[in-house]
């Protein structure tokens, strides 16, 4: 018996747990080093980064004006291109919105203590991404002071909006995710508001972090509505991950245009945007780590090779649904569906004479760059050490960035720029309106960034000190519901 529990000990010690806070950092080291971040005077490199990002936003905003006030001529669209970089966009800012609700919803339903140290982070992405976003659809429809027609006006109004319309769908889930997503964001933020209140020396931000902590003192009453309001938000966060992206691929899935009209369409896109999302998520916090180096203690490596797997399992499911749309189109035999996927994307045959020639398809750059980065780029995730390495998941996260970028462009103009009809057929350039507009919302997306990691706690410190006792079994943990700086 006494071997049989020497055999069960070593085998526990073999499989210990690979602590999520390393170094064995207690609760006040959390407290001080990420409250530090928001306290300390800001830094050159934040100044710089600012005035590179402010400018490019600035710009940005001058191009959607510009738009506003000349007509959406000014943009390449065409006849059969109606929907080129503007849907685009707003598809791609979109996915990239999804990570912050799947990281903080469900990871925290299932149990997952690694997404304590990058919730926060992924949450304002989310929040940033949808402002983006939201910017396409308004901008689309031409006479922006008409879009709230878009809204569920009364039918007795004389409006009658299409409530069968994806697009009119679009505005109720965009909306109710950005709304609860806020709420979620919020909700987590008031107990690291009441640390920074309690230690703010400034009358300004005292009186500001004040306000925004809502009177929290870190009572057990407090903290069982909190907990209690954070599970109810987190239930309600959970369908959205799947709701949000399925209602917008109704936006093709519902029409008839080959090579938008599958039933694929709302679980495909449901994992590239989680699939972009933490790419993206990693792209933010790999250069954080680097200009904040207390934060390799508490965003360890063991986050980014989770994410990185995750990176990998969701773009192997997006690499199967590319196959499947080739699969489904020689099967069920549509001269149509077969014509969009092979001669629009991949190549072009012909025949003069005996001869059978093969010219590239129209747009075989973006089909093949989308092919690249999704697919090919994140099987390198297969191997542990290039997981571990730090700046091969960056550069594979920004390949998949770009690749979901390239993704919703093949969708969208590839499927609509040869029409039925070859008189009608006409290939998309974009103008420089739309290039710079869809440039300066990573302006606007990169300067909110900076203006939270300054201003706010980018690290959910409430949060991070539930998992600080996996450091150490022995060590006897403060109280990890400590709202208030009570440890000094």
């Keep these: 018996m006494a071997n049989h529990t020497a055999t069960l000990d070593s085998d526990a010690a073999a499989?210990?747990?690979?602590?999520?806070?390393?170094?064995d950092r207690k609760a006040n080291w959390v407290t001080d080093n990420i409250s530090t971040i928001v306290e300390a005077k800001t830094p050159i490199w934040w100044w710089v980064a600012f005035c590179?990002?402010?400018?490019?936003?600035?710009?940005?905003?001058?191009?959607?004006?510009?738009?506003?006030?000349?007509?959406?001529?000014v943009w390449g669209e065409n006849h059969p291109v109606g929907w080129a970089w503007d849907i685009t966009n707003f598809v791609f800012w979109i996915g990239i919105g999804h990570a912050g609700t799947l990281i903080s919803a469900i990871l925290f339903l299932?149990?997952?203590?690694?997404?304590?140290?990058?919730?926060?982070?992924?949450?304002?992405?989310?929040?940033?991404?949808?402002?983006?976003?939201?910017?396409?659809?308004?901008?689309?429809?031409?006479?922006?002071?008409?879009?709230?027609?878009?809204?569920?006006?009364?039918?007795?109004?004389?409006?009658?909006?299409?409530?069968?319309?994806?697009?009119?769908?679009?505005?109720?889930?965009?909306?109710t995710y950005f709304t609860v997503s806020v709420l979620f964001w919020y909700t987590g933020l008031v107990p690291d508001l009441a640390t920074l209140r309690d230690r703010a020396k400034s009358r300004v931000k005292k009186f500001f972090f004040t306000v925004f902590a809502l009177g929290w003192r870190g009572s057990n009453r407090q903290w069982r509505h909190y907990e209690m309001a954070y599970l109810i938000l987190a239930g309600l966060s959970t369908p959205l991950v799947l709701s949000v992206h399925s209602v917008v691929s109704f936006d093709f899935a519902t029409s008839v245009i080959p090579g938008w009209h599958a039933t694929i369409f709302p679980p495909y896109f449901v994992a590239g945007a989680i699939f972009g999302g933490f790419a993206m998520v990693l792209t933010i916090l790999i250069p954080a780590r680097l200009l904040y180096p207390q934060l390799y203690d508490v965003i360890t490596q063991q986050h980014v090779e989770k994410m990185a797997k995750i990176i990998l399992l969701t773009g192997s499911i997006v690499g199967y649904a590319y196959a499947m749309e080739?699969?489904?189109?020689?099967?069920?035999?549509?001269?149509?569906?077969?014509?969009?996927?092979?001669?629009?994307?991949?190549?072009?045959?012909?025949?003069?004479?005996p001869a059978l020639h093969v010219q590239p398809a129209p747009y075989w750059w973006a089909y093949w760059s989308m092919i690249t980065c999704n697919v090919i780029a994140p099987q390198l995730f297969w191997k542990k050490s290039w997981r571990r390495n730090t700046l091969i998941v960056f550069i594979v996260c920004n390949f998949v960035n770009a690749g979901m970028w390239f993704e919703r462009f093949v969708i969208i103009v590839t499927s609509i720029s040869r029409d039925f009809i070859p008189s009608s057929w006409h290939l998309y350039?974009?103008?420089?309106?739309?290039?710079?507009?869809?440039?300066?919302?990573?302006?606007?997306?990169?300067?909110?960034?900076?203006?939270?990691?300054?201003?706010?706690?980018?690290?959910?410190?409430?949060?991070?000190k539930i998992v600080l006792p996996e450091a150490d079994p022995h060590h006897n943990a403060p109280d990890a519901h400590v709202g208030v700086e009570a440890h000094h």
């Excluded at 499989?15 to 170094?23: D, E, H, T």
Aim: charged share 10%; with cysteine; hydrophobic share 55%.
């Design 15 to 23: 499989v210990k747990r690979v602590p999520l806070i390393i170094n």
């Design 52 to 73: 590179i990002t402010a400018p490019i936003a600035l710009f940005g905003c001058f191009c959607i004006a510009y738009q506003i006030s000349t007509g959406v001529g």
């Design 110 to 175: 299932t149990r997952q203590k690694w997404r304590t140290s990058i919730n926060r982070a992924s949450e304002a992405m989310t929040l940033f991404a949808v402002v983006c976003a939201g910017i396409f659809p308004g901008i689309h429809v031409g006479r922006v002071w008409m879009v709230w027609f878009l809204a569920p006006v009364p039918w007795y109004n004389g409006i009658w909006p299409n409530f069968r319309s994806p697009l009119l769908w679009d505005v109720f889930a965009v909306s």
């Design 326 to 353: 080739f699969f489904v189109a020689w099967y069920g035999a549509n001269p149509y569906e077969q014509w969009a996927f092979l001669r629009n994307r991949l190549a072009d045959p012909y025949i003069i004479g």
């Design 429 to 464: 350039h974009p103008s420089w309106v739309e290039i710079w507009t869809f440039i300066g919302t990573f302006g606007i997306f990169l300067s909110l960034f900076l203006l939270f990691m300054r201003f706010l706690p980018m690290i959910a410190m409430s949060e991070v």
